[in-house]
Every structure is written in structure tokens, then in C-alpha cells.
């Protein structure tokens, strides 16, 4: 069993920038893939960005590319994600992800096994 963490959310102004944490307890953080994904009221659950077992490539949704980083240290059980340049369109409830191994469908929330409660990033105009 795996249980995930996430903090960091928070307000901000438009043009900010607020850094994700996810902290993972379980097996070794090295062996998962790791996603993070985000809801906005009202709208349906989009994928945000993904960074797979194993060092393979990092996926990012458009609308976030450039401005958001993911990264994990797996000596800390530790996934990141970096948001700059944030804009009110970012508000949402941010959640990670998490699959033990590789993965085919990294965009897909399916894919993934594990999920934290979430954290709220709230970005004003």
C-alpha cells in the first residue's frame, strides 16, 4: 500500500510561482512512475505532467509546457512540481499519481494506482 501526500498549494498572483510536493510512503519511490494531474470546479480531471520509472521521457499537457517542471528525488520519497508563470486558468485541486514500474498511457488517469487527496492552487487576476 502506498500513501501519498501532497502540500505546497496555496494562493498566488498571477505571474507567481509555487512548488508541489508529493511524499510517498510504501515501497521505493524509485521503482514508481509519477504523474500529477489537476481539477478545476465544474471541469473534468486533466492530466498536468508525468515522470516515469526509470528516467524515460517526461510528458507535460500543452498548456502548462514551459511553465511547470516535474521532478522526483527518490533519496527523499519525494515528487516535485515546479509552477511559474502561474494563471487564474491554473486554479484547480492538484493531486499525484503514482504506478509501480513502467507505464504505456502516462496522460491517462487510469494508468495510475495510487492517488494523494490533493492540494488547492488557487491563482487571482
Known amino acids: 500500500q502506498v500513501q501519498l501526500v501532497e502540500s505546497g498549494g496555496g494562493l498566488v498572483q498571477a505571474g507567481g510561482s509555487l512548488r508541489l510536493s508529493c511524499a510517498a510512503s510504501?515501497?521505493?519511490?524509485?521503482?514508481?512512475?509519477i504523474a500529477w494531474f489537476r481539477q478545476a470546479p465544474g471541469k473534468e480531471r486533466e492530466f498536468v505532467a508525468s515522470?516515469?520509472?526509470?528516467?524515460?521521457?517526461?510528458y507535460y499537457a500543452d498548456s502548462v509546457q514551459g511553465r511547470f517542471t516535474i521532478s522526483r528525488d527518490n533519496a527523499k520519497n519525494t515528487a516535485y512540481l515546479q509552477m511559474n508563470n502561474l494563471k487564474p486558468e491554473d486554479t484547480a485541486v492538484y493531486s499525484c499519481?503514482?504506478?509501480?514500474?513502467?507505464?504505456?498511457?502516462?496522460?491517462?488517469?487510469?494508468?495510475?494506482?495510487?492517488w494523494g487527496q490533493g492540494t488547492q492552487v488557487t491563482v487571482s487576476s
Open positions: 515522470n516515469p520509472w526509470g528516467g524515460g521521457r517526461t
Open positions: 499519481a503514482v504506478r509501480s514500474g513502467p507505464i504505456m498511457r502516462p496522460r491517462d488517469a487510469s494508468t495510475y494506482d495510487y
Open positions: 510504501g515501497r521505493t519511490f524509485s521503482s514508481y512512475s
